[in-house]
């Protein structure tokens, strides 16, 4: 069964960092390309970054170094540390492959950022 499922966001302050997870199944990673995307309330999903089956990455321009993609082939995971956190980065961040996402989306995790 199709299936992603994204962990790790939480509420922190302006410049903390965390670190989300994405498990993806198999017939959905399958050495794909992976990316994070983002959307917050009104707007439409844009992406943040994005991993291809060897590791390398693009980031959105707003990123700025901040953030970093890495994946882990063998357990079907994506991850995204995310440092120097800011109020704009507050959003549900959700992952799917790239360039044209699954149909079908997990149900995310929520990263809140108080300044």
């Known amino acids: 069964q199709a299936q992603l499922v994204e962990s790790g966001g939480g509420l922190v302050q302006a410049g903390e960092s965390l670190r989300l997870s994405c498990v993806a199944s198999?017939?959905?990673?399958?050495?794909?390309?992976m990316a994070w995307y983002r959307q917050t309330p009104g707007n439409q999903r844009e992406m943040v970054a994005v991993i291809n089956s060897r590791g390398g990455t693009i980031y959105g321009e707003f990123v700025k170094g901040r953030f970093s993609a890495s994946r882990d082939n063998a357990k079907n995971t994506v991850y995204l540390q995310m440092n120097s956190l800011r109020s704009e980065d507050t959003a549900v961040y959700y992952c799917?492959?790239?360039?044209?996402?699954?149909?079908?989306w997990g149900r995310g995790t929520q990263v809140s950022v108080s300044s």
């Open positions: 198999e017939d959905i990673f399958n050495l794909n390309t």
């Open positions: 799917n492959t790239f360039p044209a996402p699954k149909p079908y």
